[in-house]
């Protein structure tokens, strides 16, 4: 981001700035949010400098736990639950807890969350816990059949629930083709098209998937699916989904072009038809978010690096009103009020 807005000035930006930082006393990212027992919890990741050099794999992110964020309202303060699980305690994990989400079922929680393997591949991990807020006791193994980050899990209206991940370049989406691994493959280019997250539906059990994850197409107002070299609309990472009228709006980070994006379905598996934009670039390189509705008014959890004074890897959780007007469409929002 410092690229992007060189030459602006940060004590400017925040005094625009449409929100502030749930908390400051660590720093948070990628927040997943969620009404569990009448009150807000929201699943951000942790953000350290863990002292590793840049790159575009993303090596910087080395964040090592996860805090569980507890609210009784979007406009109150927010508590730190503490530790809810470290990576130490994650017997296949070796490192980098990235971008998490937590579901409920039949009195229990569930927290699903990316990290590294010992080959450093991602992977997603199933954890579960007695209180929305954990301590959260992770699976011996991944997921089967599941890899690469940004897990987000729906909840449809009949019970079901549906696990989405992926995310290209450093979140290695872009090796795998129909669920299988090979390290010459790339992210497509030109009119080729664009890869899309993955989605299967979770088992009764919820730490298993209940069948083979397939692809979410995204469509162009054509009818085609968005082209790879469509870097402005484009699936990056941090699916995210809910319901609104009836229908399924999934959301997205476009990655290098610093967007969240959404479009249109009926059905959670998609074909999902590419709508607009949710929210301008922040100050950081990621954008990553949640939309989820408290007493009647959506909202939409992001992150920016405001209060690290633009360290792309340093972000804090910050929620804003989100507009859903009477014809389906969001209203685009920028962070900083212009």
């Known amino acids: 981001m410092q690229q992007r807005r060189e030459g602006n000035n940060l004590t400017h930006l925040a005094a625009h700035a449409i929100s502030q ?8 990212a990628d927040p997943s949010a969620h009404v569990f027992e009448g009150r807000l919890y929201i699943y951000p990741s942790h953000d350290i400098d863990a002292g590793a050099p840049f790159d575009d794999d993303g090596g910087h992110f080395g964040m090592e736990d996860y805090h569980v964020l507890r609210m009784d309202s979007p406009s109150g303060e927010a508590t730190d639950c503490g530790v809810a699980l470290h990576v130490r305690d994650v017997p296949w994990a070796a490192k980098q807890m990235w971008a998490p989400d937590a579901a409920h079922r039949d009195g229990r929680y ?8 010992g080959e450093g591949m991602f992977r997603i991990g199933a954890a579960v816990a007695e209180r929305p807020e954990g301590p959260f006791t992770a699976d011996p193994e991944p997921m089967v059949g599941t890899y690469s980050i940004d897990p987000a899990v729906y909840e449809d209206e009949d019970g ?3 696990l989405y991940f992926g995310g290209i ?5 872009q090796k795998y083709r129909d669920n299988r691994y090979d390290a010459t493959h790339a992210e497509p ?3 080729a098209p664009a890869l899309g997250p993955r989605v299967g ?3 009764l059990g919820m730490t298993q998937l209940a069948e083979p994850t397939r692809e979410v197409i995204i469509l162009d107002e054509h009818g085609q699916p968005l082209r790879a070299d469509d870097h402005e609309r484009r699936f990056f990472e941090g699916p995210w989904l809910h319901k609104y009228q009836g229908r ?9 072009t610093h967007l969240l994006c959404y479009a249109i379905g009926d059905s959670p598996y998609g074909p999902f038809t590419y709508a607009g934009v949710i929210l301008k670039p922040v100050v950081g390189w990621t954008t990553h978010h949640s939309i989820c509705q408290v007493e009647g008014q959506w909202y939409l959890f992001y992150h920016d690096s405001l209060l690290s004074g633009g360290v792309t890897h ?6 804003t009103p989100l507009h859903m007007d009477a014809d389906g469409s969001i209203r685009t929002i920028d962070p900083y009020g212009n």
């Open 21 to 28: 930082p749930l908390v400051t006393h660590i720093y948070t």
């Open 110 to 117: 569930y927290l699903y969350f990316p990290a590294k393997d």
């Open 160 to 162: 079901a629930h549906y």
């Open 169 to 173: 370049w450093g979140g290695q989406l």
């Open 189 to 191: 280019t030109g009119d």
């Open 201 to 203: 539906r979770l088992d």
């Open 248 to 256: 399924y709006y999934l959301s997205y980070s476009t990655g290098n």
């Open 314 to 319: 340093l972000r804090s959780v910050k929620c």
